[in-house]
């Protein structure tokens, strides 16, 4: 049983639903490969469900330790290489909006280091870690 389905709308753009939710998602290609850039690109999905799955992974951690990172927020910078046409560095600014302590950073580093996405990235690509606490 599939768990997404993407519908090819046109004028380089697609519409994803993810069948459980029903929740849609539309990407575009980018202005500098096409599209309208009109919405997410996928590379810009790939870059968001990294950053995406860091946080939820420290909220898990979090609060399996008995504290919470709400309010906690990522800013995420894609680069792209032109041949091959590929994301080939993502620069991942974590700012944490609440005072921790040493063992608490490091469980939240180590987790946002270890989330699946970025285990599942490709090793030619760099990830560029920044934590602000």
């Known amino acids: 049983m599939s768990d997404i389905s993407i519908k090819y709308e046109g004028n380089l753009r697609t519409t994803a ?3 459980k939710s029903g929740s849609i998602i539309s990407t575009d290609a980018p202005i500098d490969n096409k ?3 009109e ?3 996928p590379t810009d ?3 968001t469900a990294l950053g995406s ?3 939820t992974i420290m909220g898990i951690t979090a609060q399996a330790h008995g504290f919470s990172i709400d309010g906690s927020n990522i800013e995420i910078e894609k680069n792209m290489e032109k041949n091959p046409r590929r994301v ?3 620069k991942i600014i974590i700012n944490i909006n609440r005072e921790f ?3 608490e950073k490091q469980l939240l580093m180590n987790a946002a280091k270890h989330c699946p996405v970025s285990k599942s990235i ?3 690509i760099r990830e560029e870690i920044v934590f602000n606490f």
């Open 17 to 19: 639903t993810h069948l």
């Open 45 to 47: 999905l790939f870059a």
């Open 88 to 90: 080939s560095h993502i």
């Open 122 to 124: 490709h090793s030619d």
């Open 101 to 103: 302590s040493d063992k």
């Open 35 to 37: 599209g309208k850039g």
């Open 53 to 55: 799955c860091m946080l």
């Open 39 to 41: 919405n997410f690109s």
